[in-house]
């Protein structure tokens, strides 16, 4: 990974929020299509309880993937959003977002990460694999009438 990227957790009070959501939602709009784009409702999915967003931000300043988690209860966590700029993946910039989701998924005390994605998704399907998740069951028609989804899970080890 190019060493001068850093993972930051967006704060709600910082004086660049609007900024960094207004790349963010460019980034979301270009990469997802629309039946599994969260764009028109991002502001409206940071305000719900229990809910995260990392960042990926360049030396430059620049937003280069982000990675959305939550946790609804004390039993489980999803990750509900990952992704990196097209122009800048390979570089384990979504493996490291996806570690530090994970990671804060963990500080909430959950036994369990779950997330949902596309099987034909690859890289992200290798991404899930590599950190040990595993696939607990495909859903018919999840994205859309023609797009399914599986759902994968990581338990933590009770320590
Ligand atoms: C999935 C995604 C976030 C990966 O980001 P990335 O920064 O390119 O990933 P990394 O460079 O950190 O790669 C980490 C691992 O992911 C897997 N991976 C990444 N790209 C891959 C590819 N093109 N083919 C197969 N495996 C791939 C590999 O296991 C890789 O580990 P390795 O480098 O040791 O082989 C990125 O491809 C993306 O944004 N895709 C579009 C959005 C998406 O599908 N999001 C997930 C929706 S649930």
């Known amino acids: 990974m190019e060493s001068e990227a850093v993972v930051v957790e967006l704060q709600r009070n910082s004086k660049d929020f609007a900024k960094i959501v207004e790349e963010i939602v460019k980034l979301e709009k270009k990469i997802f299509p629309k039946h599994e784009s969260l764009a028109r409702s991002f502001d409206e999915e940071l305000r719900k309880n229990n809910t995260g967003l990392?960042?990926?931000?360049?030396?430059?300043?620049?937003?280069?993937?982000?990675?959305?988690?939550?946790?609804?209860?004390?039993?489980?966590?999803?990750?509900?959003?990952?992704?990196?700029?097209?122009?800048?993946?390979?570089?384990?910039?979504?493996?490291?977002?996806?570690?530090?989701?994970?990671?804060?998924?963990?500080?909430?005390?959950?036994?369990?990460?779950?997330?949902h994605v596309d099987?034909?998704?690859?890289?992200?399907?290798?991404?899930?694999?590599?950190?040990?998740?595993?696939?607990d069951s495909l859903i018919k028609c999840y994205y859309s009438p023609d797009r399914d989804a599986n759902r994968m899970f990581l338990d933590f080890a009770s320590s």
Request: hydrophobic share 40%; glycine share 8%; net charge positive.
């Open 54 to 115: 990392l960042y990926m931000m360049d030396a430059h300043g620049e937003v280069v993937g982000y990675a959305m988690y939550c946790w609804p209860s004390s039993l489980s966590a999803s990750i509900t959003k990952l992704a990196v700029k097209a122009s800048r993946r390979r570089q384990g910039h979504g493996e490291a977002l996806l570690k530090a989701a994970i990671q804060k998924c963990r500080t909430r005390n959950v036994h369990r990460v779950s997330l």
């Open 119 to 135: 099987p034909l998704r690859i890289p992200a399907m290798g991404l899930y694999k590599k950190l040990g998740f595993q696939v």
